[in-house]
Nanobody, 124 residues
Framework: QVELVESGGGSVQAGGSLRLSCAASGSYARCMAWFRRAPGKDREEVGRLYADSPGRLGDAVKARFTISRDNAADTLYLQMNDLTPEDTAWYTC????????????????????WGRGTQVVVSS
């Protein structure tokens, strides 16, 4: 089992930055990801990362966001820069047991563990 606790959300003006954290406890899950759900929209993946690899981000954010992980602290981060109102969403961390980076980065990979999320509000 993996327990995930997100933090770092809040309200910020457009152009600002936030850093989200996802602290994991329990078993070590190599594959972790950030998802978000904007009001009235479907959940979308922001990015995912396998172990200590560089990670992959979605096209909508890859020029502005960075995903990283501190394996010693077992914490996943999402550095968000140049935020826009379109980034307003509930951000949730997810984790899953994966045996390889290929397995983790496969779009069909299923994340078994989810945090409760943290809200990000970006005002114009």
């Amino acid at each position: 089992q993996v327990e995930l606790v997100e933090s770092g959300g809040g309200s910020v003006q457009a152009g600002g930055s936030l850093r989200l954290s996802c602290a994991a406890s329990g078993s070590y899950a190599r594959c972790m990801a950030w998802f978000r759900r904007a009001p009235g929209k479907d959940r979308e993946e922001v990015g995912r990362l396998y172990a200590d690899s560089p990670g992959r981000l979605g096209d909508a954010v890859k020029a502005r966001f960075t995903i990283s992980r501190d394996n010693a602290a077992d914490t996943l981060y999402l550095q968000m820069n140049d935020l826009t109102p379109e980034d307003t969403a509930w951000y949730t961390c997810a984790a899953g047991f994966s045996w390889s980076s290929a397995n983790c980065y496969d779009s069909s990979f299923g994340f078994a563990f989810w945090g409760r999320g943290t809200q990000v509000v970006v005002s114009s």
